[in-house]
């Protein structure tokens, strides 16, 4: 189902515009020891979260801030579509109810009303979030709703997320990336760190209704990862509906059209996309310190081995 672009472009704007007014102190605030942005959810919005009531055929798609997650959106999106083949008139009501959404398609955006009025979403829906498992409802990690959660090498994703929020007006700004890497490091950053994120969802990697995707694995092959995600989601699809998506689908293509889909957001955060752009960035210091780490927190788990550390984080 394509999104309704009027509606997500104008929340964007309206996000900007407010960001705009807020001095950089109170752009983040912390909720259970983890930070923020303030100008797209609230304390009470997290609170009211708890309370969610998810569906049995909900689509969860769940993943640290850079690690993919909108590029894994769309192309779920796009199978989702092509398996249930919706009429004309089935299109515009989804895309109808989605409007009355007012907010960026994460669970954890928006005021606290926002999961009421997500009750009005025809099945099924496609949820997104970069919440760990700790802070999802309980109706999601209890219920029947499938997980994919993706994970990316956190080279890459902490130098995807230092141009990310050095670019996101919602975001306050490092001087450099020499004093951005200790904040990421640490968890001082939105989200939280992406090591206790790993490290918590490493407790679900054998539950039988989450199957973990790897970003590289993705950009590898799509075709082959597109038709793991259809077979665990259940969807039914043609070899050409696959080729077809993967083209539409791919970073250039959806960068090209970025514009007309995400307005001046777009920009932001579709940059290049690519496998080993830390080695631009990383120091040698840096390069060991983010090595310990990993084994530190995750070394010898299934996790790890399904990252292929080893592969990706090594110069």
């Known amino acids: ?155 890459d994703t902490a130098v995807s997320y230092y141009h990310f929020y050095n670019n996101m007006p919602v975001l306050p700004s490092f001087t450099s990336w020499d004093e951005y890497f200790p904040a990421f490091m640490s968890g001082k950053v939105a989200w939280g760190s992406y090591f206790d994120h790993l490290i918590e969802w490493n407790k679900y990697i054998d539950h039988e209704r989450i199957v973990m995707m790897n970003y590289e694995e993705l950009k590898e092959d799509q075709i082959q990862g597109m038709k793991k995600i259809a077979a665990f989601f259940g969807f039914s699809l043609s070899e050409e509906d696959f080729h077809r998506i993967a083209k539409k689908t791919s970073f250039q293509a959806m960068k090209d059209k970025s514009k007309e889909t995400h307005g001046k957001f777009g920009d932001i955060l579709f940059r290049k996309g690519v496998v080993g752009n830390w080695k631009d960035l990383f120091s040698k210091a840096q390069n060991e310190e983010m090595d310990r780490k990993f084994q530190d927190c995750l070394g010898g788990t299934k996790l790890a081995a399904k990252m292929k550390y080893d592969v990706y984080c090594k110069a």
């Open 1 to 155: 189902m394509r999104r309704s672009s009027e509606r997500f472009i104008k929340t964007i704007d309206d996000c900007f515009s407010q960001a705009e007014k807020v001095p950089t102190e109170g752009l983040l605030f912390s909720y259970r020891g983890i930070l923020y942005p303030a100008t797209v959810t609230s304390p009470e919005t997290l609170e009211a979260l708890e309370n969610f009531e998810a569906r049995n055929d909900d689509v969860i798609l769940a993943g640290y801030p850079k690690t993919g997650t909108n590029w894994l959106d769309q192309i779920v999106r796009e199978l989702e579509s092509a398996d249930v083949k919706c009429t004309e008139e089935e299109m515009k009501e989804k895309i109808d109810a989605e409007k009355k959404l007012e907010t960026f398609p994460r669970l954890e955006f928006g005021d606290p009303g926002v999961y009421e009025r997500m009750k009005n979403l025809p099945s099924r829906r496609i949820i997104l979030t970069h919440l760990p498992p700790h802070l999802l409802p309980v109706s999601i990690l209890q219920g029947k709703a499938k997980i994919l959660l993706l994970v990316r090498n956190p080279k």
